[in-house]
């Protein structure tokens, strides 16, 4: 997906698409579409672990029993202060999750900039109604591998991966 608008496709079907890619074996999954969607993969995937996110009572979830493959956010963040959202979507990445996906209204005054602070990428843009941005994070290809950072460009090579500070 580009962040472009959707040719025809709904938020739905482009974050069953995510779920089809990433086949996740731990799912965490906060709102309505996003637990639907969730409670849907583990049907049709039992040995899929599934833990559900409760607007109301989000710390009871932390720390994360395991680290997921993969979590999906939907009317979530639309409820939350801006604090209780980053505090929300930093703790998610900060745990290990190997993919979050959020999907936000415009309602809920989030801005793309707000996703970039915390390493997200916006994957899409729904014109709606209501008028939706879905963002991703793939804790893979977050930290990119830098050419300048090996061992053939560190000051002391024979010491690479030996010690830390």
């Avoid at 995937?45 to 710390?59: I, Q, S, V």
């Avoid at 990428?121 to 008028?131: K, R, S």
Wanted: hydrophobic fraction near 40%.
């Amino acid at each position: 997906m580009t962040p472009s608008e959707q040719d025809g496709g709904s938020p739905e079907e482009a974050l069953a698409s995510l779920l089809d890619s990433i086949q996740p074996g731990s799912l965490v999954a906060g709102g309505k579409l996003a637990q639907r969607l969730a409670v849907h993969w583990c049907r049709h995937n039992p040995d899929t672990h599934l833990l559900t996110l409760e607007t109301g009572n989000l710390a009871a979830a932390f720390p994360l029993a395991r680290t997921p493959d993969l979590v999906l956010l939907t009317e979530t963040l639309e409820q939350l202060d801006k604090e209780s959202g980053t505090l929300l979507l930093g703790q998610l990445r900060n745990y290990g999750s190997h993919q979050i996906a959020v999907l936000v209204g415009a309602q809920a005054q989030w801005h793309r900039n707000d996703f970039i602070a915390l390493g997200f990428l916006q994957q899409a843009h729904f014109a709606g109604p209501p008028q939706q941005q879905l963002y991703s994070y793939n804790l893979d290809a977050y930290n990119f591998k830098r050419r300048w950072n090996s061992p053939e460009h560190w000051a002391n090579p024979e010491m690479w991966g030996k010690s830390w500070w």
